[in-house]
């Protein structure tokens, strides 16, 4: 296909159309009556088309409704208006370059969300300069885009009353470090802790306050194992803490330490003499015993757990193989 017959442009017009076509930023320019005088390879690819056919396109054709209707409207034209008077007036006026955020219809592919400036220059064609900062607007978007993504990412996978990870980033987790363990060959423990008669404290001094002691355990569970361990609201009273490359020995000290700590905790909340326990089970995947996947060193660990439970709470016990 043949590109269509272009008009002769002033000498400056056709440097700066050489500049823009040159240029690796996306960016295009458009005269006073919307049509596209250049558009480089950069703004073509971004919006899936040839230079042919976004040569001499109205620029608003390119955009979606409301864009359109954006565009129009900061140009001091109204809808089905074509009265380049008024465009003048508008931009004429000596105001700042007007900031605008052009949403374009990518003839291949999803729309894409643009910003640019528009801008007058003075001389015989009164030619409006769209060279649009895309480059840097599409950075910021993309910026943005990612920061809220990995916000969501976060509020996703994280616990809201405890700021641990849950069960959703626990058990992705788990799962990474288990075959991390069948790679490397080295022992990997799991520590499942539940937090003694928890329903019996709900009940006594109301769901507010038991909430203050879940979030005490996650703050025991995050300052007490390494940067390297993943500890868990797993559900409820209920919390896990995956140790990698930690044989049974290292897990239960790790265990009987966070037990610890829990039950030097104080709760002003409660009375002044209330203590906290907390009951343990720990399971490693490594010598005796090697399960055939993480759900059964699971299960091991949770044993343990009912275990320690049944010989009297507040207690650390091991799964035995």
Request: net charge neutral.
């Amino acid at each position: 296909m043949s590109e269509p017959a272009r008009e002769v442009e002033p000498a400056g017009d056709a440097l700066l159309s050489a500049l823009v076509r040159e240029s690796d930023v996306p960016a295009l320019v458009f005269d006073r009556d919307f049509k596209v005088r250049a558009a480089n390879a950069a703004f073509c690819a971004l919006i899936g088309c040839s230079s042919a056919q976004v040569f001499g396109r109205n620029f608003l054709g390119t955009l979606q409704t409301p864009s359109v209707e954006a565009v129009r409207r900061l140009r001091g034209l109204e809808p089905g208006r074509h009265d380049q008077a008024q465009v003048w007036h508008v931009l004429g006026t000596g105001e700042a370059p007007l900031a605008v955020e052009y949403s374009f219809v990518a003839l291949q592919g999803p729309e894409r969300l643009l910003g640019g400036f528009a801008r007058l220059r003075s001389g015989d064609q009164m030619l409006i300069e769209q060279l649009a900062h895309l480059y840097d607007e599409l950075e910021k978007r993309h910026r943005e885009l990612k920061r809220l993504h990995r916000r969501i990412e976060r509020l996703a996978d994280t616990d809201e009353l405890t700021n641990l990870p849950n069960r959703r980033a626990f058990d992705a987790g788990f799962e990474r470090e288990w075959l991390r363990h069948r790679r490397n060959q080295k022992p990997l423990s799991l520590v499942l802790l539940d937090v003694d008669r928890f329903k019996s404290i709900n009940d006594r001094y109301g769901h507010v306050r038991g909430d203050f002691v879940l979030e005490a355990v996650g703050q025991v569970l995050r300052a007490g194992v390494r940067a390297t361990d993943l500890p868990a609201r797993y559900g409820g009273e209920e919390f896990a803490v995956v140790l990698p490359e930690t044989d049974t020995p290292a897990a239960v000290r790790t265990a009987e330490r966070l037990r610890e700590a829990i039950a030097s905790q104080s709760f002003p909340q409660l009375e002044a003499d209330f203590r906290v326990t907390v009951s343990a089970g720990v399971a490693t995947s490594g010598g005796d015993f090697r399960p055939s996947d993480r759900l059964v060193l699971f299960v091991a660990a949770d044993t343990a757990l009912r275990s320690a439970k049944e010989r009297g709470r507040d207690r650390v016990e091991t799964h035995r193989p």
